[in-house]
């Protein structure tokens, strides 16, 4: 989110309702006072415009309610349109990328198992502070998979996510 919006400035423009912005007061002749705030943009994420700037809700409400601004947010359910506050959570790049989803291109099922032609194997890894931590190779899927959520609880903490 661009700097310079504080919690002042959200307080007076902005109404909170169960993870949804409401404009307080009316912006223009298109939008009136209780109006929902915003739109959602190509990759899922609700987009306010407020003085020629585009801020994104999320951080809008973390600020409105810790009064600051981390440099990552972390949607715990994984679910871009759930802005409420219990579903927001300050993280590190690193946390914030362990609570990401699986890719599309995933054909195992599991983030971090990968069919090594090569060997006949499933590979298993997953990535902590950084560095890509090798897990094993397995001729099973399921104890391939089963590894990765055992090593993704251990490095991961709170922030792991299998899915």
């Known amino acids: 989110m661009a700097q310079g919006l504080v919690k002042d400035d959200v307080l007076k423009y902005?109404?909170?309702d169960q993870g949804k912005l409401f404009w307080k007061l009316p912006r223009g002749r298109k939008?009136?006072?209780?109006?929902r705030a915003g739109s959602v943009n190509s990759i899922g994420y609700r987009v306010i415009g407020l003085n020629g700037v585009r801020y994104l809700e999320h951080r809008i409400i973390f600020l409105m309610f810790n009064g600051m601004?981390?440099?990552y947010i972390d949607h715990i359910n994984h679910d871009r349109s759930d802005n409420r506050i219990e579903n927001l959570r300050e993280c590190s790049r690193s946390?914030?990328?362990?609570?990401s989803i699986k890719p599309k291109n995933n054909t195992s099922g599991c983030k971090?198992?990968?069919?090594?032609?090569?060997r006949s194997r499933w590979l298993a890894r997953i990535e902590s502070k950084g560095k890509q931590i090798f897990?094993?190779?397995y001729k099973n899927i399921k104890d391939a998979i089963r590894a990765t959520h055992k090593a993704r609880a251990?490095?991961?903490g709170d922030f792991a996510?299998?899915?």
Request: charged share 30%; net charge positive; hydrophobic share 25%.
């Open 135 to 137: 897990i094993g190779r």
């Open 112 to 118: 971090g198992v990968y069919w090594e032609k090569r």
């Open 95 to 99: 946390q914030n990328n362990f609570n």
């Open 154 to 156: 251990k490095y991961h």
């Open 31 to 35: 939008v009136k006072a209780g109006d």
């Open 161 to 163: 996510f299998n899915g």
């Open 14 to 16: 902005f109404k909170y």
């Open 69 to 71: 601004e981390p440099d």
